[in-house]
Each structure stands twice: as structure tokens, then as C-alpha cells.
């Protein structure tokens, strides 16, 4: 069963940064993709980041040039490398990978931007 588990979220302060780190197990295959959605209160869930196997990203509008988004395979890890950080980014953070017609989702963790 594949399992996804997020971490590195918690409280940071306006202009700091965080690293996110979802790990993967009970898979023998590699991901097409790998991605980071948020969902804020009140808010739809929304793609922040995504990088396939053959390390194409994509970024959403907001937060590129302050994220990056990187996979170690060998570890079946998926980072998102979050740097000055705004009230706006604050939501919890979901992991999802993809595998044919399958995605999988993690947990979640609470990111909170506020000083």
C-alpha cells in the first residue's frame, strides 16, 4: 500500500523560509510526477509545485522565484524548498504523486506564515 507522509511544516515568520519533505513507501515503481498542493481556509485546493521523472517543473504564479521543488528518487522523496515566505502562503500543504491513471495524496502539514 502506498503511503505518502509529509514534513517540515510549522510556524515561520514573514520573509523566513521552510523546507517540506514528503516521503513515499510501500512502492516498487517510480512516480511519473511528483507535486505540493495547499489549501488555505475557506480556499480550494491548489497546485503549488510539481516535477516529473524527467525533471520538468512547474510553479504556480505566486510563488515562483521564492520555491523550488526537487525529487531524490533513490530516497522516494519529493522536497519543496520554501524561501521568503509571506502571510498568503500560510495553508496546509498536501503531497501527491502520480502513477498512470493513480494519484496518491498525503496527510497534509500546517504551514503558518505570521510574525
Known amino acids: 500500500q502506498v503511503q505518502l507522509v509529509e514534513s517540515g511544516g510549522g510556524l515561520v515568520q514573514p520573509g523566513g523560509s521552510l523546507r517540506l519533505s514528503c516521503a513515499a513507501s510501500g512502492i516498487i515503481f517510480r512516480f511519473d510526477a511528483m507535486g505540493w498542493y495547499r489549501q488555505a481556509p475557506g480556499k480550494e485546493r491548489e497546485l503549488v509545485a510539481r516535477?516529473?521523472?524527467?525533471?520538468?517543473?512547474n510553479y504556480a504564479g505566486s510563488v515562483k522565484g521564492r520555491f523550488t521543488i526537487s525529487r531524490d528518487d533513490a530516497k522516494n522523496t519529493v522536497y519543496l524548498q520554501m524561501n521568503s515566505m509571506k502571510p498568503e502562503d500560510t495553508a496546509v500543504y498536501y503531497c501527491?504523486?502520480?502513477?498512470?491513471?493513480?494519484?496518491?495524496w498525503g496527510r497534509g502539514t500546517q504551514v503558518t506564515v505570521s510574525s
Open positions: 501527491k504523486a502520480d502513477r498512470g491513471g493513480a494519484g496518491y
Open positions: 516535477i516529473t521523472s524527467g525533471g520538468y517543473t
